[in-house]
């Protein structure tokens, strides 16, 4: 048997998702287009084969079965690639952010045998193309596309996008959906050593808060809520004026750990306060969201000391969630709070009621 070639790393698109590549999102799309090679497969059926990369439904025995556009263009057979390195470009800001790293990638010689390991599958993915909108005819008749698959051990997807500045910077080359070869050069330049190594970066200060305002680090770009911006102003307005915290100890969404920008962070005396704030009504529902994000910044980087974790939201405590908040305290050894956001108090040193 003939030994199989070897790739070096390579640079690949995935279409845009905003559902983690688990299921499609449904895209604007035109039967007129329909055809037409200049057009992305997306805007001529409404969704990429791209859009269940990650769904687990696709894992078989022992491999992630997926497709990759740009694995079409790809000269050979019966192969692996060592390195892809995945991209996406935002829907509508055209923004590029870097998805995750893939080792020994292969490519599958016979996609049709691919197929019907997953054929029960295909009536589930036909509804979910009817819920977003998009042509399910051409998927009834093809069926869903599958040219690589990979061992999940093997995966690296982040839990965040990364902006890349150098995929930014020379985005009219990295547009289209085909294997960019990467230099050992290019490979230090796209930004993934954030999530290599990320490190606890403080930077004192708060940001210019508006009544609404866009986390540039995360991949939707989503508003963030104008309660959100109201609690993160008042901590720091709170310990400034209330505590006499002195403003180079305070840091109101401007420190980071690797791509991820924390809420608000005290220093003192070379120990570290995290605070993060959610927007439920929900207290139940505040813990949930906050806590593996607070384990995760505490953690990540083992050189920093912390103080204590605090989840802030816009609801007291009811006595159930007193009591569950108490175990939790129990079974942890870092000290953490629930501070409860009173909106309507106007006066600064009640705002917050401390658990």
Do not use: C
Not at 133 to 157: Q, S, W
Not at 302 to 330: A, H, T, W
């Amino acid at each position: 048997m003939a030994k199989e070639k070897q790739i070096a790393a390579r640079l690949m698109r995935l279409t845009w998702n905003k559902f983690n590549w688990q299921k499609p999102q449904g895209h604007k799309w035109s039967k007129s287009k329909q055809g037409n090679t200049s057009v992305a497969y997306e805007q001529q059926f409404g969704f990429g084969h791209e859009e269940w990369f990650l769904n687990p439904d696709f894992y078989h025995e022992g491999y992630q079965y997926g497709y990759i556009r740009g694995v079409d263009g790809m000269p050979y057979e019966d192969l692996f690639i060592d390195k892809v390195i995945l991209f996406t470009i935002h829907g509508e800001t055209k923004v590029r952010y870097l998805v995750g790293e893939l080792a020994q990638v292969e490519i599958i010689p016979e996609p049709k045998k691919a197929k019907k390991f997953f054929k029960k599958e295909l009536k589930s993915i036909v509804d979910q193309l009817k819920e977003v909108g998009a042509d399910y005819r051409v998927l009834e008749e093809e069926g869903l596309g599958f040219n690589v698959r990979f061992k999940p051990e093997n995966a690296n997807i982040y839990p965040e996008l990364i902006f890349s500045p150098f995929i930014n910077i020379h985005k009219s080359k990295f547009r289209r959906f085909q294997p960019f070869k990467l230099s050992t050069e290019d490979l230090g330049n796209l930004g993934m050593g954030l999530i290599a190594s990320p490190s606890f970066d403080f930077l004192p200060g708060e940001i210019l808060f508006k009544e609404k305002f866009k986390r540039v680090r995360e991949a939707s770009e989503t508003n963030v809520s104008r309660i959100h911006s109201h609690i993160t102003k008042d901590l720091f307005k709170y310990h400034r004026d209330i505590l006499g915290l002195n403003v180079v100890n305070l840091s109101a969404e401007k420190t980071t750990i690797g791509p991820r920008v924390l809420d608000f962070v005290i220093l003192e005396n070379d120990q570290f306060s995290i605070f993060e704030v959610k927007t439920s009504l929900s207290g139940f529902l505040n813990f949930r969201q906050a806590l593996g994000q607070l384990f995760e910044y505490a953690y990540l980087d083992s050189r920093v000391n912390i103080k204590k974790l605090v989840i802030v939201g816009p609801v007291k405590l009811n006595d159930s969630e007193k009591s569950y908040f108490e175990s939790i305290r129990k079974l942890i050894s870092i000290k953490i709070e629930y501070w409860a956001y009173e909106k309507s108090e106007n006066d600064l040193g009640k705002k917050f009621l401390i658990y």
